[in-house]
């Protein structure tokens, strides 16, 4: 099965094909020529061997006329002189003329070359033909042609020419035999000659312009078929493009059997836009071109694949299984993994998959939405991932779907929330800071949660703005803070695909004339697991302004030391999972946590818990050197107007204490 674009190259089976045909018509024709030429020549050959004959004959007879009828001629005493009889002789022999006779006015002969003088008298036979000659002073030429055994063919003509006397006046007939063979078949070998090259120069004559003419219409063929062929293909990758899989997929479904069954594999390249904003657009087709060679390296010769995006795959395969899908996919999400390097620069990508195997009457369409639901499962549970469709899934879309029309909404009208949560000292409780969250109601006044809408606004390419707008609220709000309440931010890792996050997030802290000292942003893993020196150069320039960076989650995600070392991180916050675990096994979670805690003392890390929601989890991180508490026991997130009286009244229920 062809999956890929072919090269060009011409149809030389066809092309023999046609110059077969186009040679058999030449034969033909030349064929035709020959036959035609030949009677041609036959005819010509015949016409000039008797006017050959004609003038042989004539000139015979006007020398018998001179020679003989001159000195009391044969025809007029019916005598023969020695003289006369050498020159029959001669003419016999000079003239080719094998036998004569003479014939009187009347017809009949008067000598024959065979039997001499012959008496003539009044009762004698008429010869009609020689008395017609002598009568109408025309010569009369018949020509004989005759096969002879050996193949060889004599020509004789029998001529009936007029004798004149001196005076002109016919005065017999007389009747030749001429052999013209040798003129014969000289005139037919020159012909024959002009026969057979004339066909031949015929022959290349038409035969060069058409052969010509063939090549190129075959040239032309050939162009076009390539052509029709390309337009199936992607031009990048090679692979099928979106219209020949529609087109293949509606033949494949409706062939199908009752008991075979399709799978359609939708495959998304994770985070290829922010790699080819960041290595531009060669590199980025260098990407896509390795990533289509993977997986069709990774397909089986039933299975087709078509490039129907800009970093959007499909693959589809006929009589499969679930298993078969199953590992199809496990096999592409390897292949995607290994690094990939071009011209000094090295990308490790990865790919969301989403699947379905098609039930028996499932449409075309119906399965591809399917496949399409299961990616963006895939892509909303962390990428890098294979899922498989679920009913549960179209609810879920309708939902994303109502999720981003609001995020659009919010936008526009400016109408979300930020909510602040207090960060206090373990060994006073005081508040040092708040933790601006983003809040976002859906039009029937219901939250939704920002682990929800935040990954949708991602997918949509809303989060930059979102972000920023947020930071712009959170300092108007915090400036009013006392100063040493810091102010935190979440940043999400799309926020830095532009690459320019850290000049934005100057601009606006310098318009809003807040201390930079006082601002701490909050990443996360997933931004620096594509280990990419643009994410790095922007935590540079953040840091550079006095911002401290925060990682945010600690313990979820990969955990990497490394990480914390490379990036030089200010804080990091371990995440409330490890608290919440505490209930049901306390002594494992309260482990983890200490040495998370106790690893940021050691490396000159602040650590600050989350989630810390009742009495017990303070008595037991009370034990640990942390830096700061957040949770539900020190304060919800609350709006932008609670913050200071909630400030102030901490500050008054310290200093009472
Ligand atoms: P996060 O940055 O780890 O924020 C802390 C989350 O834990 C908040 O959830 C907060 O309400 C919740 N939390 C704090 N203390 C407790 C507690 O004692 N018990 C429980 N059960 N929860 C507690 P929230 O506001 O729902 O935010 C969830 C996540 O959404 C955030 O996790 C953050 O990753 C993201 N997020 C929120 N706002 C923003 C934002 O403005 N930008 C970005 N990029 N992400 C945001
Ligand atoms: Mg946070
Ligand atoms: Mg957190």
Same mark, same amino acid.
């Given at each position: 099965?062809?999956?890929?674009?072919?090269?060009?190259? %011409?149809?030389?089976?066809?092309?023999?094909?046609?110059?077969?045909?186009?040679?058999?018509?030449?034969?033909?024709?030349?064929?035709?020529? /020959?036959?035609?030429?030949?009677?041609? $020549?036959?005819?010509?050959?015949?016409?000039?061997?008797? !006017?050959?004959?004609?003038?042989?004959?004539?000139?015979?007879?006007?020398?018998?006329?001179?020679?003989?009828?001159?000195?009391?001629?044969?025809?007029?005493?019916?005598?023969?002189?020695?003289?006369?009889?050498?020159? $029959?002789?001669?003419?016999?022999?000079?003239?080719?003329?094998?036998?004569?006779?003479?014939?009187?006015? =009347?017809?009949?002969?008067?000598?024959?070359?065979?039997?001499?003088?012959?008496?003539?008298?009044?009762?004698?036979?008429?010869?009609?033909?020689?008395?017609?000659?002598?009568?109408?002073?025309?010569?009369?030429?018949?020509?004989?042609?005759?096969?002879?055994?050996?193949?060889?063919?004599?020509?004789?003509?029998?001529?009936?020419?007029?004798?004149?006397?001196?005076?002109?006046?016919?005065?017999?007939?007389?009747?030749?035999?001429? &052999?013209?063979?040798?003129?014969?078949? %000289?005139?037919?070998?020159?012909?024959?000659?002009?026969?057979?090259?004339?066909?031949?120069?015929?022959?290349?004559?038409?035969?060069?312009?058409?052969?010509?003419?063939?090549?190129?219409? !075959?040239?032309?063929?050939?162009?076009?078929?390539?052509?029709?062929?390309?337009?199936?293909?992607?031009?990048?990758?090679?692979?099928?493009?979106?219209?020949?899989?529609?087109?293949?997929?509606?033949?494949?479904?409706?062939?199908?059997?009752?008991?075979?069954?399709?799978?359609?594999?939708?495959?998304?390249?994770?985070?290829?836009?922010?790699?080819?904003?960041?290595?531009?657009?060669?590199?980025?087709?260098?990407?896509?071109?390795?990533?289509?060679?993977?997986?069709?390296?990774?397909?089986?010769?039933?299975?087709? %694949?078509?490039?129907?995006?800009?970093?959007?795959?499909?693959?589809?395969?006929?009589?499969?299984?679930? &298993?078969?899908?199953?590992?199809?996919?496990?096999?592409?999400?390897?292949?995607?993994?290994?690094?990939?390097?071009?011209?000094?620069?090295?990308?490790?990508?990865?790919?969301?998959?989403?699947?379905?195997?098609?039930? #028996?009457?499932?449409?075309?369409?119906?399965? +591809?939405?399917?496949?399409?639901?299961?990616?963006?499962?895939?892509?909303?549970?962390?990428?890098?991932?294979?899922?498989?469709?679920?009913?549960?899934?179209?609810?879920? *879309?309708?939902?994303?779907?109502?999720?981003?029309?609001?995020?659009?909404?919010?936008?526009?009208?400016?109408?979300?929330?930020?909510?602040?949560?207090?960060?206090?000292?373990?060994?006073?409780?005081?508040?040092?800071?708040?933790?601006?969250?983003?809040?976002?109601?859906?039009?029937?006044?219901?939250?939704?949660? #920002?682990?929800?809408?935040?990954?949708?606004? =991602?997918?949509?390419?809303? $989060?930059?703005?979102?972000?920023?707008?947020?930071?712009?609220?959170?300092?108007?709000?915090?400036?009013?803070? #006392?100063?040493?309440?810091? *102010?935190?931010?979440? *940043?999400?890792?799309?926020?830095?695909?532009?690459?320019?996050?850290?000049?934005?997030?100057?601009?606006?802290?310098?318009?809003?004339? +807040?201390?930079?000292?006082?601002?701490? @942003?909050?990443?996360? =893993?997933?931004?620096?697991?594509?280990?990419?020196?643009?994410?790095?150069?922007?935590?540079?320039?953040?840091?550079?302004?006095?911002?401290?960076?925060?990682?945010?989650?600690?313990?979820?995600?990969?955990?990497?030391?490394?990480?914390?070392?490379?990036?030089?991180?200010?804080?990091?916050?371990?995440?409330?999972?490890?608290?919440?675990?505490?209930?049901?096994?306390?002594?494992?979670?309260?482990? $983890?946590?200490?040495? /998370?805690?106790? @690893?940021?003392?050691? /490396?000159?890390?602040?650590?600050?818990?989350?989630?810390?929601?009742?009495?017990?989890?303070? =008595?037991?991180?009370?034990?640990?050197?942390?830096?700061?508490?957040?949770?539900?026991?020190?304060?919800?997130?609350?709006?932008?107007?609670?913050?200071?009286?909630?400030?102030?009244? !901490?500050?008054?229920?310290?200093?009472?204490?």
């Amino acid at each position: 099965m062809e999956t890929s674009a072919p090269q060009p190259r %011409l149809g030389y089976r066809a092309f023999g094909r046609k110059l077969a045909f186009v040679v058999a018509v030449l034969v033909l024709l030349t064929g035709g020529i /020959i036959v035609t030429v030949n009677q041609i $020549i036959g005819q010509t050959v015949y016409h000039a061997v008797k !006017e050959h004959a004609a003038a042989g004959a004539m000139d015979w007879a006007n020398r018998f006329n001179a020679d003989f009828s001159g000195s009391g001629g044969l025809l007029r005493n019916g005598t023969l002189s020695a003289d006369q009889m050498r020159v $029959i002789d001669a003419a016999i022999l000079v003239g080719n003329v094998y036998a004569f006779i003479v014939y009187d006015r =009347e017809g009949r002969t008067v000598y024959s070359s065979d039997f001499g003088l012959i008496d003539v008298d009044a009762n004698a036979a008429v010869n009609t033909g020689a008395l017609a000659v002598a009568q109408s002073g025309v010569p009369d030429l018949t020509v004989i042609q005759r096969r002879n055994p050996s193949g060889s063919v004599s020509v004789y003509v029998d001529a009936l020419v007029p004798a004149k006397g001196p005076d002109g006046i016919v005065v017999g007939t007389i009747q030749l035999y001429l &052999d013209k063979s040798d003129i014969s078949s %000289l005139y037919k070998r020159v012909h024959d000659w002009i026969g057979y090259l004339l066909p031949a120069v015929c022959a290349i004559v038409y035969a060069v312009p058409a052969a010509a003419f063939i090549l190129m219409r !075959e040239k032309a063929f050939t162009r076009q078929e390539h052509v029709r062929k390309l337009s199936m293909y992607d031009t990048l990758t090679g692979v099928f493009n979106r219209q020949t899989m529609t087109t293949k997929c509606k033949k494949m479904f409706a062939a199908r059997t009752p008991d075979s069954r399709i799978g359609v594999l939708f495959i998304d390249v994770d985070k290829f836009k922010g790699v080819n904003d960041l290595f531009g657009h060669e590199f980025g087709d260098a990407y896509l071109q390795h990533i289509a060679s993977q997986l069709k390296a990774c397909i089986g010769p039933n299975d087709y %694949l078509a490039r129907v995006g800009g970093d959007e795959f499909v693959v589809v395969c006929q009589e499969t299984t679930d &298993d078969r899908l199953e590992a199809l996919a496990k096999d592409m999400l390897n292949a995607a993994r290994e690094p990939f390097s071009h011209k000094g620069t090295t990308v490790q990508g990865s790919l969301s998959i989403g699947v379905r195997l098609a039930e #028996p009457d499932e449409t075309t369409t119906d399965a +591809f939405h399917a496949a399409d639901l299961a990616l963006y499962h895939a892509k909303a549970n962390g990428r890098n991932c294979v899922r498989t469709y679920f009913p549960a899934l179209d609810a879920a *879309l309708t939902r994303r779907c109502a999720i981003e029309a609001r995020l659009r909404q919010a936008l526009e009208h400016d109408d979300f929330d930020v909510h602040y949560q207090p960060i206090v000292q373990p060994k006073d409780r005081a508040v040092c800071g708040f933790e601006a969250l983003l809040r976002l109601n859906d039009n029937d006044g219901n939250p939704i949660s #920002p682990t929800e809408f935040i990954p949708v606004a =991602e997918d949509a390419g809303l $989060i930059h703005d979102l972000g920023l707008r947020t930071l712009r609220r959170a300092i108007c709000v915090a400036k009013v803070w #006392p100063d040493h309440v810091f *102010l935190s931010v979440n *940043l999400s890792p799309a926020q830095f695909q532009r690459g320019d996050l850290d000049n934005a997030v100057e601009a606006i802290v310098t318009e809003l004339d +807040f201390p930079s000292a006082r601002l701490d @942003l909050e990443v996360t =893993e997933t931004l620096l697991m594509g280990n990419e020196e643009s994410v790095s150069a922007q935590l540079v320039g953040l840091k550079q302004q006095g911002i401290s960076i925060t990682m945010d989650d600690f313990g979820t995600g990969y955990s990497s030391l490394g990480y914390l070392w490379k990036y030089d991180f200010a804080k990091l916050t371990i995440d409330r999972v490890f608290l919440e675990g505490l209930e049901f096994a306390g002594d494992r979670y309260s482990d $983890i946590i200490e040495t /998370i805690v106790t @690893l940021g003392k050691k /490396i000159g890390i602040q650590v600050t818990v989350e989630g810390v929601e009742t009495a017990a989890h303070t =008595e037991m991180l009370d034990q640990l050197p942390c830096d700061q508490y957040q949770g539900f026991l020190f304060g919800h997130p609350m709006p932008a107007d609670e913050t200071l009286t909630h400030c102030a009244r !901490e500050a008054r229920s310290h200093s009472a204490a």
